[in-house]
């Protein structure tokens, strides 16, 4: 069903809301404030629990998230147990804050109206198909995610009060004129610039490394100097994708396929039906006889639809006349799906329905008859099918195969490859932060750095990379954990050592020149043996410009008169300058629409400094209990 979205539902109010919902979705799962039923609380936050199925679901959901947003690479950062513990215990904290607020929200008295609810879902992207509410769409992630729609009316009620006070903390925040003025003065402003760069190279010439230096070097920072455990593997791999070239089907397994399963190439039939809904609740009899009597209503020519706005519990649908948008065989509860699909013509109503939900009457209001696709339009889709799956079936007889051989012949994998007919392949030594793309698997990665392998030297048992992908492996070269001697560093140490010397003489230059500026002395001399020259920048600004972020950050640190004219930078490289501030240039005025987006953006500062200092105080007032086991 689509439903019109109601109008003025487009308000910033409402629009925040849901905002805070969708944030809701992602973070924790709709199903997490409704299915924690476990008696494991990792905190408990004034005597309610935070069990360790919503911190796990919480987990989930975000790692989830971030994977999808930067990839694979993530699970290098959750590798670490460190990192771990502290995202674990940010999402705890999280939940902490929310049921902080939902307590306060409760205590406050805040409440939700059923139309802010009715609203709030009709607008939320995750039920709307075309800009519009699909009531299909709902009720089927409804059921995917394992409630019905009154749990979901519950969930969004604590969800929306909780959001209320949420909202007006941060909403009533505001920035004065004054503050915005301030705010675009310091950061529109320009500022003129005179600077001499000089490379830390110009005196490497003069640096002397000393052995003393070297060994300094390397004992103060011998931990840099370790290196890890590496690996060389010889490995078989074996995927369902490389078996499908050893496979092959004929023309007619795919037309046996396509005739025994006429059912899956076709569209089936579709039914247009609206229903009222009364819901049972603490009296069946009652609601089942206020549902016969709308049926004897109907029955002596009342207007369905009009029955259904005054009188159906699924207020979604009411609105529309009852009206559920089309539906499929299996689509519904099971009872009102017999019922739906025993109507013979359209414009039939049923008898009472009873479901879970309660006692339906349902109208066929559109017929779409089922629909079969020819043999010619899918039998390209069928040969991919019965290609696969020949090649799943090959693959796993492969499987074991490869896995008895290199058991049965522990000390070499060429055995077990020349089995499967599959080469043996080599990888470069590298260490578990550094393992080849198609290897870097926390499985396999596990079983190559395991005494199994390096030091008994055995074959792999079967390490499974994903559902189509697996690999026997064995170690052929290791390289343990150890710390470079001194010699095998020396090169590296000196160069470090001569750099670092090279800048903190170019730095012991720059401070003698700047001190000579301040003092009114002349420098050009100086500047000349380093082949170097004052150079101008005009209207610097604090971000976006040209000039090296070292120098930006110390032209903007200066003021106009007395010492702190002139000062030295030190750049990411090494190079070193000195910089001196020659004017100040005035913001340009503020023009309306960018005062605005000033004004707005400093009260959205305030409103979560604000919120962030309302949780710190919640909490500080709590009786928090942490679980030690987290």
Do not use: C
């Amino acid at each position: 069903m689509l439903e019109r979205i109601r109008e003025g539902s487009q308000g910033p109010w409402a629009m925040a809301i849901i905002a805070l919902i969708v944030l809701s979705f992602v973070f924790a799962g709709v199903g997490s404030y409704l299915t924690s039923s476990g008696t494991t609380a990792v905190a408990t936050v004034n005597g309610e629990e935070i069990s360790a199925q919503e911190l796990e679901r919480a987990y989930q959901n975000q790692r989830a998230q971030m994977e999808s947003q930067y990839g694979e690479s993530i699970a290098q950062l959750f590798s670490s147990e460190q990192y771990l513990a502290d995202f674990r215990r940010n999402l705890l904290d999280r939940l902490i804050a929310e049921k902080l607020i939902q307590q306060q929200a409760t205590d406050m008295g805040l409440r939700v109206s059923d139309k802010q609810i009715r609203e709030t879902i009709t607008q939320m992207p995750e039920f709307q198909f075309g800009g519009q509410f699909d009531n299909e769409r709902f009720q089927a992630i409804l059921r995917q995610n394992g409630f019905q729609v009154a749990d979901f009316r519950d969930y969004l009620r604590v969800q929306m009060t909780q959001n209320q006070l949420a909202a007006a903390l941060t909403n009533s925040s505001f920035a004065l004129d004054g503050e915005v003025q301030q705010a675009n003065a310091l950061q529109r402003q320009t500022r003129d610039a005179k600077y001499v760069l000089v490379s830390s190279d110009e005196f490497a010439g003069s640096i002397e490394v000393t052995d003393a230096d070297v060994e300094a070097f390397y004992n103060n920072n011998i931990a840099s100097f370790d290196t890890d455990e590496q690996v060389k593997l010889a490995y078989v791999k074996l995927s369902v994708d490389d078996l499908k070239d050893r496979v092959s089907v004929d023309e007619e397994a795919v037309r046996t396929y396509y005739e025994n399963n006429l059912g899956s190439y076709g569209k089936e039939e579709e039914r247009r039906v609206s229903h009222i809904l009364i819901e049972a609740g603490d009296d069946a009899d009652a609601a089942k006889a206020k549902a016969e009597s709308l049926k004897a209503e109907l029955d002596n020519g009342a207007d369905f639809a009009a029955l259904a706005e005054a009188n159906s519990d699924d207020t979604f649908s009411a609105e529309n006349g009852g009206d559920l948008d089309f539906i499929t065989p299996e689509m519904m509860d099971p009872a009102f799906d017999e019922a739906a699909f025993a109507l013979q013509n359209v414009g039939d109503i049923s008898d009472v329905v009873e479901t879970e939900f309660g006692f339906h009457i349902i109208k066929l209001t559109d017929l779409k008859e089922a629909q079969v696709k020819s043999f010619d339009e899918v039998a390209g889709e069928i040969r991919d099918t019965l290609l696969y799956d020949a090649a799943m079936e090959k693959y796993f007889e492969l499987q074991n195969t490869l896995a008895e051989i290199a058991f049965e012949v522990p000390d070499t994998l060429e055995d077990a490859a020349n089995a499967v007919d599959l080469p043996v392949q080599e990888s470069v030594v590298f260490s578990r932060n550094t393992a080849p793309a198609d290897l870097s698997f926390p499985g396999l990665l596990d079983v190559a750095f395991s005494s199994e392998l390096i030091d008994e030297g055995l074959n792999s048992d079967i390490i499974e990379l994903d559902d189509e992908t697996v690999v026997v492996a064995r170690v052929i070269e290791h390289q343990p954990q150890r710390t470079q001697s001194l010699e095998e560093v020396r090169e590296g140490i000196e160069a470090s050592v001569k750099a670092e010397k090279s800048k903190e003489a170019a730095e012991a230059w720059a401070f003698d020149i700047a001190q000579k500026v301040r003092a009114g002395e002349s420098v050009e001399s100086e500047l000349a043996e380093k082949s170097v020259s004052w150079e101008t920048a005009a209207a610097v600004p604090r971000a976006g410009g040209t000039l090296a972020r070292a120098l930006v950050d110390t032209l903007f640190s200066l003021a106009l008169e007395g010492e702190d004219k002139v000062d030295v930078a030190t750049t990411v490289n090494g190079d070193v300058a000195v910089v001196m501030l020659e004017n100040v240039n005035a913001a340009p005025e503020l023009e309306n629409e960018l005062g605005e987006s000033l004004k707005q953006r400093l009260a959205q500062v305030q409103g979560q400094r604000v919120y962030q200092q309302y949780i710190d105080a919640l909490r500080a007032n709590a009786e928090v209990t942490i679980s030690q086991t987290l």
